[in-house]
């Protein structure tokens, strides 16, 4: 299909006569088709009229006793491009198109009684039921201001069955050189306002109306190619593109492209890993969620902690899939690095408003985080080297074109900057984590593909000589694809995560002691995805899923230790959904994307549970009795119905509004009475006394693309309520408490706000600016003095921030030289201040400041990034790239958080900060 | 347990000492609120009830700070009213003696400051009795700061009656015994030393404390169990309390479930020794508040209680071994310091004579007598040389 085909704009054939039953007897086996059409040519007095290379030179086998000519060219073409047209004596094929034997209806204007008959008069051959037959006409489409010609390509075969408006295209697109597939490519047709992306094999499936499409393809790193398409029938089209660096050092998040304004979901973002590679670095490492909370609406309490908070959420409502398993700790160190390693992930969605009813279990938001598919053609690797980390990816062709297997390692070396500081107290500390993943993945046919992920990742603290501290996640994947038809698929997926940590200290005293947490779950889930037509696209499926917790114990090291034993039961929970929706295309206008999820949780034992006076606080004080469950005996179920629906409405082509409402339940509850999230948080699951946390969500947004997606803008607003949302009375302790709920206060939650969201995709200067007004309270009212907090009302989260303005911008100075900036400011987060003290039955006790009614100071911080990339020599080994980075230049002293000690009989405030200080770093990166 | 939350600051503060920093900065005192504090439990004992108030103070200043100047009352519902009179400066006690009936109407605090801002307590009532019927002292181990400990438990055992909750106070008074008994003591004559015979016990005191902290019990899980075995106080046996006689009188008060759930969030909170505080902060509410101004913080608990108490005596021999006394609570070294030395210890009444010393120098120095840390030959360092009117030996 190299060359220009033969433009047919139309055909007109007033006449068509094809009156004998002559019949053919042709039986071979591995003819080919020219052989056959040669062979019917001998055996009768027609002629066929074709180009060689049209015909397919495979063998084929045919038994034909006796039939009719028609049979047989419409078996022999059957899985060909080709149609046929029989004129007298000569039979003419066509690739692509029919050979239409009529003027459409309404060709000249309207259609009179005397065309009509003679259109239908033919003989029944070649008569066609006008009806449904659209055919397709294309005017050369403009190809104003390009060098290159640009192609045509037709695709498909065709019909004159039922005509669709819209035809499929899909394929792969791969690079030219490495046939690596490429991921997050846009596949546009601007005109049309249609876009597809790749997915992280390359493929692409896009929806074009019949007829001539100009297609043009926009990635960085790869050459934008336009070509001309016209859509016969659903069709394939295999895409290889060159690697070009012309985007050197354009910014991320464009691949959407024009999806923020078309599609139905509201609050998502797509987070590409290859394109956030200029964004400036903390100590070298690239971070892909870090990059998350330059958007609005996600946020992080502060430098060094672990959690992620949500459009007002808590950091327990996100729910972190990577490969489909759940991350329990997506951080390393304390939150400085982050647990995903970047060289091997492809993409990162975010839902943060309208969540998709195939997700659910976490009241906020879903990171829905893919490993990217190993290169199916050649050995390559990615590797980096920075100050703290180094990392390094391999991917491996296991069988050609067909399966591969990706795997990553990062470790730092900060045992040895530890080691080789001045600061003495420091030498014997140890502090240090690694992760590895690996990912495997099989296309066995067109219908089935494999994939499967493993990962593990650890951190270990030894910061006195006496104590060791670490965590560690694991979770494992398989994700089964098949598909029914071209229209239906099925995903089924298995998945098992993990996530424990331990801290064992010991020293000369007598109370060394071993302690430790450990959460099990195993997921099963079924995804059908089913395209009932252009207008309903339905996705249903069930999941189960299993929690095991143990939810913590201490033990005695060595004989000698008089710590003395404890274990808290185990718990155990089954949380299963069923779900349905559909995106429904209700006019041109208006999507509509309507789902509902039924999800039901139950308790389970073996397990001994308290049960309370009602009505009254729960408290070892009001405990009624004790009753014990047998082994998967159901302690108590939970559930409900959950709405998903958002809608889209155009208001002009590049100009849509899109409203959601959600509601979602939450059966796995945090355990932290600390201000931040930390590792040494738990996860409690639902009981008896627990009750599953809800929240319901409304959204509103307004989206408006300029420029051909050169810009896009954006600004939504949300309201969120929450109910028994999971505090704890002033003073609980949490860990090793076997009776939690005495602790536990469940309160409504009120969070809204609005965020705007500017950005600019292409050119020279590119990047984003996003401001968002947001709050998040929470109200703990009771009947009972006890369960109070501030006097009953709506009091400040501790990760309200109202105001929050993050830009990262990207400046390419040449195609090799890129400069990037990032800023971000924040609103100081509530704290909690001592403000006195008192005496009362003879002890000193500090009196304590409503809950939150402070603030630390407003937090801003600019990093700076510089990038070269290696040169551009083809033969070249390896293909480098230079980061250098200084962060938090401006050396703000970020307060992380505010503490009081007592010094001398004085109570002294204090307040800590991560980095304090400009932070440069410098990193090194080359792929092979 | 606490350890934990330790291990984790040592953690924290290595990255804060490797990238960042710690500093001190200034909260705004300017606009700190001060609190009234209340401390009011009235009994059935029959005799002056006594109520505190005081007023929360800087951090960092010393305490206490007694609220003067108050108009106190509790007031009956059924009419009776008592007066309080500010006796010392913040300890308010009824000009009368009464009271509180078990089951009668609900009583209620009402506070009138010298700045004419009025506060008062929920009303509550009395409907619960209180009864020890019988103290053990129990051989037992208990963890201290994580370690477990051996030594002796005392424990209460409430009779069956109405109220599951219980707050505890105790006073212990013990025997204490100096390590040297001494019958000559140093004189100083002219700015001479000199020695005398002893004309004041300093041998045998009697040291007498005040419990510190908040001890409950509750009576869970079954409905109107008694409270059995409570251990109100926990002695180490390495505790120099217990090396000869003690004695402890133990007042049972009963408590309301609010003012039990109260004492026990204040005691969980106070608890938290980690510098970075683990727990999640906050003011404690309780049954106090203000007339005037509802978004008034007031500090403290008006309580109506039963109150019973009892005394318990043992001796360490009837437990252990007298070989396995506790040490003595003080380094005692003796010394021979040179005469000029020795005479500025002795003016400042630092050290106490052991004996003359004879001959030249030895291990203990060169001087003309052996001497010891006073605490080592003088109890009333440590308490009264009298014997309390209760005691009994």
Same mark, same amino acid.
């Given at each position: 299909m190299k060359q220009q085909l033969l433009f047919l704009s139309f055909m007109i054939i007033p006449f068509v006569s094809f009156s004998q039953e002559e019949t053919f007897s042709i039986n071979a086996e591995g003819i080919t088709l020219k052989e056959i059409l040669l062979e019917i040519e001998s055996q009768s007095n027609y002629t066929f009229f074709f180009? /060689?290379?049209?015909?397919?030179?495979d063998p084929i086998s045919v038994n034909f006793q006796n039939k009719p000519l028609n049979t047989i060219l419409t078996e022999v073409f059957k899985d060909t491009y080709l149609n046929y047209y029989v004129y007298k004596n000569q039979i003419i094929l066509t690739p692509n198109n029919l050979v239409y034997d009529a003027l459409p209806?309404?060709?000249?204007g309207s259609v009179n009684d005397t065309i009509g008959n003679s259109l239908t008069s033919g003989d029944k051959a070649g008569?066609?039921?006008?009806?449904n037959i659209s055919p397709i006409f294309y005017k050369g489409?403009?190809?104003? $201001? *390009?060098?290159k010609p640009i192609k045509t390509l037709s695709i498909g075969k065709e019909t004159t069955?039922?005509? $669709?408006?819209k035809y499929s295209l899909s394929g792969v697109v791969t690079d030219k050189v490495s046939g690596k597939p490429i991921s997050n490519l846009a596949i546009l047709v601007k005109s049309k306002n249609i876009g597809a992306i790749t997915d992280s094999l390359g493929y692409y499936e896009i929806k074009l109306p019949q007829g001539a499409n100009l297609l043009e393809t926009q990635s960085l790193g790869s050459e934008n190619l336009r070509t001309r398409v016209v859509m016969y029938n659903n069709g394939k089209l295999d895409i290889s593109l060159n690697e070009t660096?012309?985007?050197?050092?354009?910014?991320?998040?464009? !691949?959407?492209n024009n999806n923020n304004v078309s599609?139905?979901?509201?609050g998502s973002e797509t987070i590409n890993v290859e394109q956030i590679k200029n964004i400036p670095l903390v100590l070298g490492e690239r971070d892909i969620l870090k990059v998350a !909370?330059?958007?609005?609406g996600i946020t992080k309490a502060?430098?060094?902690?672990?959690g992620y908070n949500v459009?007002?959420?808590?950091?327990?409502q996100n729910l972190i899939l990577l490969d489909d398993a759940v991350?329990?700790?997506?951080?390393h160190f304390f939150g400085i690095?982050?647990?995903?390693n970047p060289f091997t992930s492809g993409d990162v969605n975010i839902y943060k408003g309208s969540i998709p009813a195939?997700?659910?279990?976490?009241l906020s938001s879903v990171f829905d985080i893919h490993t990217k598919n190993a290169n199916t053609q050649k050995f390559s690797g990615e590797a980096a080297i920075g100050p703290v980390t180094s990392n390094l990816s391999l991917e491996v062709p296991v069988v050609k074109n067909k399966s591969g297997l990706i795997i990553g390692g990062r470790a730092t070396y900060s045992n040895w900057i530890l080691k080789n500081l001045d600061e003495e107290s420091l030498n014997n500390s140890e502090a240090s984590f690694y992760d590895i993943i690996g990912k495997y993945h099989h296309s066995f046919y067109d219908k089935n593909k494999i994939q499967a992920t493993g990962y593990f990742s650890k951190d270990k603290f030894s910061?006195?000589?006496d104590s060791l501290f670490s965590y560690q996640n694991r979770l494992m994947s398989i994700n089964y694809e098949h598909k029914f038809t071209e229209a239906h698929k099925a995903n089924i997926i298995f998945s098992n995560s993990d996530y424990k940590f331990d801290i064992s200290y010991e020293n000369d005293i007598r109370d060394n002691f071993q302690s430790g947490y450990n959460i099990n779950e195993s997921e099963l889930k079924m995804i059908l995805d089913y395209e009932?037509?252009?207008n309903h696209n339905f996705i249903y499926g069930l999941s189960s899923k299993l929690y095991v917790v143990d939810p913590g114990e201490i033990k005695p090291i060595?004989?000698?230790?008089e710590i003395t034993k404890l274990k808290i039961p185990r718990e155990r929970g089954l949380e299963s959904s069923v779900f349905i929706s559909d995106e429904f295309k209700i006019s041109e206008k208006l999507l509509l994307n309507a789902g509902v999820r039924y999800s039901i949780y139950a308790a389970l034992g073996e397990r001994s549970q308290r049960i309370y006076e009602t009505g009254l606080p729960k408290s070892t004080a009001t405990v009624l009795d004790t009753l014990n469950y047998k082994n998967?005996?159901?302690?108590e179920t939970y559930g409900g119905a959950e709405a998903r629906l958002s809608a889209r409405y155009f208001l002009k082509p590049n100009l849509s509004v899109k409203a959601s409402y959600n509601n979602t339940y939450q059966y796995i509850h945090t355990l932290t009475n600390n201000t931040t999230i930390s590792p040494t948080d738990i996860y409690k699951l639902s009981d008896l006394n627990i009750a599953p946390q809800k929240a319901n969500q409304y959204s509103l947004g307004l989206y408006k693309n300029i420029d051909n997606n050169l810009y896009e803008l954006s600004a939504e607003a949300y309201y969120k309520r929450s109910k028994d949302l999971l505090d704890f009375k002033t003073g609980a302790k949490l860990?090793?408490?076997?009776?939690?709920e005495t602790e536990a206060l469940q309160g409504v939650g009120k969070s809204y706000g609005i965020e705007f969201l500017v950005k600019k995709?292409?050119?020279?200067l590119n990047g984003w600016l996003g401001y968002t007004y947001s709050r998040s309270l929470i109200k703990l009212d009771s009947e009972f003095n006890e369960q109070i907090?501030?006097?009953g009302r709506y009091f400040p989260s $501790?990760? /309200?921030?109202p105001h929050d303005v993050s830009l990262v911008a990207n400046y390419k100075i040449t195609k090799r030289f890129s400069f990037s900036a990032n800023f971000a400011y924040q609103t100081g987060r509530p704290v909690t201040y001592p403000i006195g003290q008192y005496d009362f039955n003879g002890a000193e006790y500090v009196f304590y400041s409503d809950r939150n009614k402070y603030r630390i100071p407003d937090y801003y911080r600019l990093d700076l990034s510089f990038n070269i990339e290696g040169?551009?020599?083809?033969?070249? *080994?390896a293909h480098s790239f230079w980061n250098i980075s200084i962060y938090n230049v401006l050396g703000r002293n970020n307060p992380y958080s505010v503490f009081f000690v007592t010094k001398d009989g004085k109570v002294e405030a204090l307040q800590s900060s991560i980095f304090s200080v400009p932070i440069p770093t410098i990193t090194y990166n080359f792929k092979f | 347990m606490r350890s934990y939350a330790i291990k984790y600051i040592v953690v924290f503060s290595l990255l804060i000492s490797v990238f960042g920093c710690v500093e001190p900065f200034d909260i705004e005192t300017e606009n700190l609120e001060s609190a009234l504090v209340i401390e009011a439990t009235i009994t059935n004992?029959?005799?002056?009830q006594e109520i505190k108030l005081s007023r929360t103070y800087a951090?960092?200043?010393?305490?206490? &700070?007694p609220e003067s100047g108050a108009q106190v009352k509790v007031v009956n519902l059924s009419g009776d009213l008592y007066q309080f009179q500010e006796?010392?400066?913040?300890v308010y006690r009824s000009s009368q003696e009464f009271s509180v009936e078990n089951n009668s109407s609900s009583y209620q605090l009402e506070v009138i400051t010298s700045d004419g801002k009025t506060y008062a307590s929920e009303p509550v009532k009395l409907d619960a009795s209180s009864e020890i019927m019988e103290m053990d002292i129990v051989k037992s181990t208990q963890p201290i700061n994580g370690v477990e400990k051996e030594g002796l438990a005392l424990t209460v055992n409430s009779g069956e &009656?109405?109220?599951?909750f219980y707050r505890y106070t105790y006073q212990e008074t013990y025997e204490f015994r100096s390590l040297y008994r001494i019958p000559f003591k140093f004189i100083l004559e002219n700015g001479v030393i000199d020695t005398a015979p002893k004309?004041?016990?300093?041998y045998l005191c009697y040291v007498t404390r005040d419990s510190e902290s908040i001890i409950i019990s509750s009576s869970s899980n079954?409905? &109107?169990e008694a409270v059995s075995d409570f251990p109100v106080r926990f002695l180490s046996?390495? &505790?120099?309390?217990?090396?000869y006689r003690y004695s402890l009188l133990v007042k049972q008060y009963s408590l309301s479930r609010e003012a039990y759930t109260f004492y026990e969030v204040l005691n969980e909170l106070s608890g938290?020794?980690?510098?970075?505080?683990q727990n999640q902060p906050g003011f404690v509410n309780g049954n106090v508040f203000s007339v005037d101004n509802p978004n008034e913080k007031v500090l403290g608990y008006f309580s109506v209680s039963a109150v019973d108490s009892h005394r318990v005596f043992f001796n360490f021999t009837d437990f252990y071994?007298?070989?396995?006394?506790?040490?003595?609570p003080y380094n005692c070294t003796i010394t021979r310091p040179e005469y000029p030395v020795l005479l500025n210890a002795v003016e400042n009444d630092a050290v106490s004579l052991i004996s003359q010393a004879n001959g030249g120098a030895d291990s203990e120095g060169m001087g003309p007598y052996r001497v010891v840390p006073k605490p080592c030959v003088d109890c009333r360092v440590f308490g009264v040389n009298v014997k309390p009117d209760f005691w009994e030996d």
């Open positions: 180009v /060689d290379s049209w015909l397919d030179a209806e309404g060709f000249f008569k066609r039921n006008m009806e489409i403009q190809n104003r $201001n *390009l060098n069955a039922k005509s $669709n408006k660096y012309e985007e050197l050092g354009e910014v991320f998040l464009e !691949t959407t599609d139905a979901i509201v !909370t330059t958007l609005p502060g430098e060094g902690a672990a459009r007002g959420g808590r950091a327990d991350l329990y700790n997506p951080s690095f982050s647990a995903i195939k997700y659910g279990g976490r910061l006195t000589s009932l037509n252009e060595g004989g000698e230790s998967n005996e159901v302690i860990f090793l408490n076997e009776n939690v995709t292409r050119g020279k907090v501030n006097a $501790n990760f /309200d921030k040169n551009h020599k083809i033969d070249k *080994l | 004992e029959y005799k002056k951090l960092g200043d010393e305490g206490p &700070n006796e010392e400066p913040g &009656n109405d109220s599951k004309t004041e016990e300093e079954i409905v &109107n046996k390495e &505790n120099p309390a217990i090396s938290s020794e980690s510098l970075f505080s071994d007298r070989t396995e006394r506790p040490p003595y």
